[in-house]
């Protein structure tokens, strides 16, 4: 099971940074990202659920320089390590949820899977869920 849930991990994590993508040059300042609140924390619960759950699930961190192949399209990837993989996803996301003090509290929640996190689980479609 292990080499398949890295996989979803990968498949994740290049979703999530096609979105960050896809968002940042709609972010100036501060007020930028608390009108993309929803959007970073429907990033963070795939963080949260398709990452970094799967993450610790598995034992992946044990380590950090595991090579993991992030699809970047239909026939392309980028090979990085476990650790500059979740600077990409999880780390970028931070950064910019930084700049506004209530979605960087959302944000943690959510990685943290506490408060916030439960509101997002409810309120996710299983559709969505599924796919994560």
Known sequence: MGALDLNKVAVCMGKVIKLLSDI?????DGNDVY???DDLCCLAYMCRVGILDRIQANGYMNNPNLQIKIPTGVFS???ETMASALRLTVGQLKQIADMDIVTSNYIEEILNKTGVFYTYDKILSE???GKI
């Open 24 to 28: 940042q040059p709609y972010i100036i």
């Open 35 to 37: 009108d993309h609140k």
């Open 77 to 79: 990837y980028r090979k």
């Open 127 to 129: 559709q969505l869920k």
